[in-house]
């Protein structure tokens, strides 16, 4: 199975800063990489799919990068609704789907 | 817009067996577009996938739960069933039912999910 490596576990941010978080695949996953956002006692949200595409009604705020197998989460300029926990997850070799462990985002 | 809603009991008694429903609204599971799925997280912690099911009935398990968990679909009423045998406290999280495209521009994207059900397992 495909391990899937995000790093760091909890970044601190404050509003309006640029927040950056990673993925690493265990091994080539092509471009096939989502992000997902969850808030509290909500579902994870689609956000990033296609290592690059936002999914409708994202704000352009928020991009995603690859290069080989290490991916980027970018959130350019941070606002109160942004801090949560963050997931990627591949669907390049599946079964299974796996999901990265999680990147708490606080505000610092 | 393509609806999934989750349910069951929020309690279960260690070494019974969870019930689990997903209706769907918004769409037929008999299409062939599309793998429904269950996923689950417990408190605190990260999501683990659990399996799908396929229109033509095919499923798939993950191996680490392969042997205590069966999923089903029940057509005419447009929803999947997840059950899960032998429980313990370890499966206690909260559930949650998607959707995963089968069309070839976005295979394996996981595009839908119901709000999930917290399932506590206790005596």
């Known amino acids: 199975d495909i391990v899937m490596t995000q790093s760091p576990a909890t970044l601190s941010v404050s509003p309006g800063e640029r927040a950056t978080l990673s993925c690493r695949a265990s091994?080539?996953?092509?471009?096939?990489l989502a992000w997902y956002q969850q808030k509290p006692g909500q579902a994870p949200r689609l956000l990033i799919y296609?290592?690059?595409t936002r999914a409708t009604g994202i704000p352009a705020r928020f991009s995603g990068s690859a290069s080989g197998t290490e991916f980027t989460l970018t959130i350019s300029s941070l606002q109160s609704e942004d801090f949560a926990v963050y997931y990627c997850?591949?669907?390049?070799?599946?079964?299974?789907?796996?999901f990265g462990q999680g990147t708490k985002l606080e505000i610092k | 817009q393509v609806q999934l809603q989750e349910s069951g009991p929020g309690l279960v008694k260690p070494s019974q067996t969870l019930s689990l429903t997903c209706t769907v609204s918004?769409?037929?599971?008999?299409?062939?577009?599309?793998?429904w799925s269950w996923i689950r997280q417990p408190p605190g912690k990260g999501l683990e996938w659990i399996g799908y099911?396929?229109?033509?009935?095919?499923?798939y398990y993950n191996p680490s739960l392969k042997s205590r968990v069966s999923i089903s679909m029940d057509t005419s009423k447009n929803l999947f069933s997840l059950n899960v045998n032998s429980l313990t406290a370890a499966d206690t999280a909260v559930y949650y039912c998607?959707?995963?495209?089968?069309?070839?521009?976005?295979?394996?994207?996981?595009?839908?999910w119901g709000q999930g059900t917290l399932v506590t397992v206790s005596s």
């Open positions: 998607a959707r995963v495209s089968g069309s070839s521009s976005f295979y394996g994207l996981i595009d839908y």
């Open positions: 091994q080539s996953v092509s471009s096939n």
């Open positions: 099911i396929y229109f033509s009935g095919d499923t």
């Open positions: 918004g769409g037929s599971i008999t299409s062939g577009d599309y793998y």
């Open positions: 997850q591949q669907y390049n070799n599946w079964p299974p789907f796996t």
């Open positions: 296609g290592a690059s």
